[in-house]
């Protein structure tokens, strides 16, 4: 996972980095799963007296995008990867979700295969059955 960290208006102190790890570490250890694929940017801006963090996830067949703004940057950054850990939660369910379903349609239509090729009598006549 690749991270960039960038600031408009505003330095960027160890304390905001440390923040930002720290909710890095929990979202790659349940959805990322250390991918070397996946990038990471995170946009903290100061416009007036909001304070607002932008959180980027760049997935190979996805992109996140989510926005926070508060009167503190620490707040932001918790609100952001709040609202991130949800959106991830729900695309790892809908795929949970997809997959489950086309495994089900697969094998309804294996059973449905698998009822019109049995035969009625009570001989084992296989194939060639001349009771259908």
Not at 25 to 31: C, R, V
Not at 70 to 90: A, G, H, T
Not at 95 to 110: A, Q, V
Request: hydrophobic content about 30%; glycine content about 2%.
């Amino acid at each position: 996972m690749n991270i960039k960290i960038f600031s408009k208006g505003m330095p960027i102190t160890q304390g905001l980095k440390n923040a930002i790890y720290k909710k890095l570490d929990k979202l790659n250890e349940k959805y990322l799963h250390n991918r070397d694929t996946i990038n990471v940017t995170v946009t903290m801006k100061k416009e007036h007296d909001k304070h607002i963090c932008e959180l980027l996830v760049f997935a190979p067949k996805h992109t996140f995008k989510k926005e926070s703004s508060s009167d503190d940057m620490y707040v932001s950054i918790n609100k952001v990867f709040d609202i991130m850990d949800r959106e991830l939660r729900q695309h790892k369910e809908k795929l949970i979700t997809r997959r489950f379903n086309d495994e089900d349609i697969n094998c309804e239509e294996e059973i449905e295969t698998e009822l019109e090729n049995e035969c009625d009598c009570d001989e084992s006549c296989g194939d060639n059955c001349k009771c259908r």
